[in-house]
């Protein structure tokens, strides 16, 4: 009967502390709609029909939990490896910050962004958007090109992500060209 007494007691503190205090849930709910979780040495590839198209690498990776815009941050940069289907490098691409919004599938790159094509050419930007649906790279801030024979800048540049058709806006400078037009 003692042991009866003390066991419903203990029920009845534990029954009376439950309670469901609102701002306490919503800070919880809060907190997890902020959670990032944090890699390092991150290695991240993108196939298709299972060849390796796409290899990202960086030495940290914030991953953002948001519910409402998830993304994945890149604070100390990355470098970008584009291959074709024999696995050739076609193209490379790097940036001391990168954020990628998932949701938006575009990955935005600033801070020294850097891109090299097969054919040796070189760009040079503060600012590029990579659009993942479209397929293509783009800026509409100062870049500056380096080709085998030339370099150009310009203001806005459009690009595949091969880094083979590209296209500067407003351009600034000599360019050379063997012929005219209107």
């Known amino acids: 009967m003692k042991y009866l007494t003390i066991l419903s007691f203990f029920a009845l503190v534990v029954l009376a502390s439950c309670e469901n205090d609102m701002s306490a849930i919503q800070r919880v709910i809060s907190q997890e709609d902020q959670a990032v979780e944090r890699a390092r040495d991150v290695e991240i590839l993108y196939s298709d029909s299972a060849v390796v198209r796409i290899r990202i690498k960086a030495y940290t990776m914030l991953n953002h939990l948001d519910k409402k815009e998830p993304r994945r941050e890149f604070p100390e940069g990355f470098i970008v490896d584009f291959f074709d289907e024999n696995r050739r490098v076609t193209g490379k691409l790097s940036s001391n910050y990168a954020m990628q919004y998932i949701n938006e599938s575009k990955i935005y790159m600033e801070d020294s962004v850097v891109v090299w094509n097969r054919q040796g050419e070189r760009l040079e930007a503060e600012e590029l958007t990579w659009d993942e649906k479209q397929e293509k790279v783009y800026s509409d801030e100062f870049v500056k090109m380096t080709t085998a024979d030339q370099i150009i800048y310009g203001y806005g540049f459009t ?12 351009v600034t400078g000599e360019v050379a060209t063997d012929e005219l037009t209107n």
């Open 159 to 170: 690009s595949n992500l091969e880094f083979t058709r590209w296209k500067i806006k407003q």
